[in-house]
């Protein structure tokens, strides 16, 4: 455009925005709150839900980020990684053409190359008190997300009614199977919003699992108690268990947020407390059943799945539709919300053992003794019946079986069991359920890591959980009785074959993830997958109600078949166990020096390579050492120092601080071992290691 007796008209400034309504809702130049910045190597970083990459423009890092507080060419800031020469492919050019924008109120500098305008580099500054610039940037709390964590709670779904007894009986006893777990149950239950809420956020669930499983200390002194002073009371035992839990799950509701040390040190504590009366039921509910007729050991069973649905149940509704920091009724509330639950097992307990009958009785005979009569048929209406059924059933054992001679089974109660091989069969047996069972929530992320794409990871993930419970259902509903006909006796054989095969499948699949997606699709895997994991819990919830079965058949002796059981649910725990120590030994150390990370925000995308069950993040809190070994560990090869490049004019102070490079990342480290910085450059992907390769 030319006008008459003025210079023609050049254009020295462009300005880009998305939308006509840019301008109605600015962004503020100071943030709400201080989020914690993810760092993808390689990539760029994720800050309050926007992503800065390497290759960004200005204007798109104006619009996500506001103007800078300080724009400056490269000379004038002098970061402390410019006064070093970074092993780069790339020649040096003038300092001079590229600029900075300096955003102190993040904590942030973003460095523009001066030819192409493209982002180039970013430094993260943590603001330690002995720097140089101490003061002048806003601490920026940066991650590193290493590996992604996946966690899975201990015990199944829901199961339906059982037959034979009659419904008021298959109730009770389902109810009174319900009550084991169920403190432990409901601290997982709320570990979504315990995360959220407590200092070690993310690795809280790697901890939990821990402490839970340091109950085991429990059942392993009640068997030596037991060895030592013989066998205790059942009844007694799950009488106290039941107080216990309600005490406890009371102290849930009070300090389930307190701190000791910057740590959830109550929250462990109750906890580990939680883990060993879980680890007693066990032990005493299969033991107390043995008491009843077999279809209460099913009910049992169909119940101890049941307990954690219900307890799911609950959670769902506390953050169904609502957001994490606003649930309809908070932790506190969940947990006075389970102790009422609890004292319902406890009075479902008491009916269950015959011992709420008589007191009613009594309390009611002062109105009249018809009265008190028909009060325990209605509370208690396996008062006869379940006596009459057990009556009947001891009474066909002996007349089916001769008396049994002397055996060579150790330990008190052994008077009527079978021979010790069948005995060490049937533990064994138990032994190994449990560890595989238990050994399945470690691998079915890494089963599902077989497509990249993390939606579909979650939705075969969700859907292998889905018939993950189904199998479990239809295992236990299914597993013979001595009434059965004789194909559904032959199930648990075929379970013995079912279980061991589809977890070597799963197994191979975990470890080769080509297996599955160089011979299904998606959509063939998400139909597969699923009905693998049926299967295995098919046959495991069918041998586990199966074996507690037949150990009730193998004796007359209601007490040596409570021995029995009791030994049996001692040898699925120690299964248990060792499934979760082998599981913690094949993590790295990675998990090790993870304790004291963070994770990232759950929309992150996780690394397609390899994986944890219990992630590390690291983060400005670390010391060097943690950082350098996490990261070696990772894949990255051995930091190396940066060679300083001084001229003539930088002041920079060497002796203070040391730099330290690997592909991507440069870290100001120091003398203390805390960081100063962090530099992110970019580089190839085929320099970073295989975890970060999926990171988009």
């Not at 407390?273 to 005493?284: K, P, R």
Request: with cysteine.
């Amino acid at each position: 455009m030319d006008l008459e007796g003025r210079a023609p008209l050049t254009a020295s400034r462009l300005w880009v925005f998305a939308s006509d309504a840019s301008f109605e809702t600015p962004i503020s130049v100071v943030p709400d709150l201080v989020e914690a910045v993810s760092v993808h190597p390689g990539l760029g970083v994720k800050m309050s839900g926007k992503r800065l990459r390497f290759g960004a423009m200005p204007q798109d890092v104006f619009s996500d980020f506001g103007p800078p507080q300080q724009v400056c060419v490269k000379d004038m800031i002098q970061p402390p990684l410019d006064a070093f020469r970074i092993h780069s492919r790339t020649p040096l050019r003038p300092a001079s053409l590229d600029y900075y924008y300096n955003y102190f109120y993040l904590g942030m500098d973003v460095l523009f190359d001066g030819q192409t305008h493209l982002v180039q580099k970013i430094v993260l500054h943590t603001n330690p008190p002995t720097h140089e610039r101490f003061s002048r940037y806003t601490r920026c709390f940066f991650q590193l997300q290493i590996e992604a964590q996946a966690h899975e709670s201990h015990h199944r779904h829901p199961e339906g009614e059982k037959k034979g007894i009659g419904k008021t009986m298959t109730v009770l006893f389902t109810m009174f199977g319900m009550s084991s777990w169920w403190v432990g149950n409901a601290i997982f239950a709320q570990l979504p919003l315990l995360v959220s809420r407590l200092p070690e956020s993310d690795a809280l669930g790697t901890q939990l699992s821990m402490m839970v499983q340091a109950g085991n200390i429990f059942s392993i002194s009640y068997k030596i108690i037991e060895h030592h002073v013989g066998p205790l009371d059942a009844n007694l035992v799950v009488n106290g268990m039941h107080q216990a839990s309600l005490l406890l799950l009371m102290f849930l509701a009070l300090f389930w947020d307190s701190q000791l040390m910057g740590r959830s040190l109550p929250l462990l504590a109750f906890s580990i407390l939680a883990g060993g009366l879980g680890c007693l039921s066990d032990l005493t509910y299969w033991s107390l059943v043995m008491r009843h007729p077999p279809p209460c050991t099913k009910a049992v069973g169909v119940g101890m799945s049941l307990g954690n649905f219900v307890v799911l149940g609950l959670s769902t509704v506390q953050v169904t539709g609502r957001s994490v920091d606003n649930p309809r009724f908070g932790v506190t509330n969940f947990f006075v919300l389970a102790a009422l639950f609890q004292m319902l097992w406890g009075i479902v307990t008491l009916i269950v053992q015959d011992k709420l009958g008589p007191a009613v009785v009594w309390a009611a005979g002062f109105v009249s003794e018809s009265f008190g009569k028909r009060l325990l048929n209605l509370i208690n209406p396996m008062h006869e019946k379940a006596v009459a059924l057990l009556r009947a059933e001891q009474e066909e054992a002996q007349e089916a079986q001769p008396a049994a001679a002397a055996t060579d089974h150790p330990g008190p109660k052994s008077s009527g069991l079978p021979r010790k091989k069948k005995i060490l069969l049937f533990e064994a047996v138990n032994f190994c359920t449990y560890a595989t069972t238990y050994t399945l929530p470690c691998i079915l992320p890494f089963v599902a890591a077989t497509f990249p794409e993390r939606s579909q990871q979650c939705h075969l993930l969700l859907n292998m959980m889905i018939f993950q419970s189904i199998g479990d259902v239809s295992g236990r509903m299914l597993a013979p009785t001595s009434k059965s006909g004789s194909l559904q006796k032959k199930l648990p054989l075929v379970g013995g074959v079912v279980l061991p095969l589809c977890f070597s499948i799963l197994i191979a699949s975990a470890v080769d993830t080509s297996i599955i997606s160089d011979v299904l699709s998606y959509e063939q895997a998400a139909l597969v997958l699923p009905l693998i994991v049926m299967c295995f819990f098919f046959s495991r919830g069918m041998l586990v109600s199966a074996v507690f079965l037949r150990a009730r058949g193998l004796t007359s002796s209601r007490e040596a078949a409570e021995h029995l059981a009791s030994t049996m649910g001692f040898c699925g725990q120690m299964g248990a166990l060792s499934a979760n120590v082998g599981d913690q030994v094949e993590e790295s150390p990675l998990q090790l020096v993870g304790v004291e990370g963070t994770a990232m925000s759950s929309d992150d995308h996780e690394p397609e390579g390899k994986r944890s069950f219990a992630g590390v993040c690291i983060d400005v809190r670390w010391l060097w050492p943690d950082i350098e070994e996490a990261l070696q560990n990772a894949g990255f090869s051995k930091s190396r120092p940066l060679v300083m490049n001084q001229s003539d004019d930088s002041h920079t102070s060497f002796g203070s601080r040391y730099f330290y490079a690997f592909p991507g990342l440069i870290f100001e480290v120091m003398q203390n071992g805390y960081l100063a910085s962090l530099t992110m450059f970019q580089v190839p992907t085929s320099e970073l290691p295989s975890i970060f390769h999926g990171w988009s």
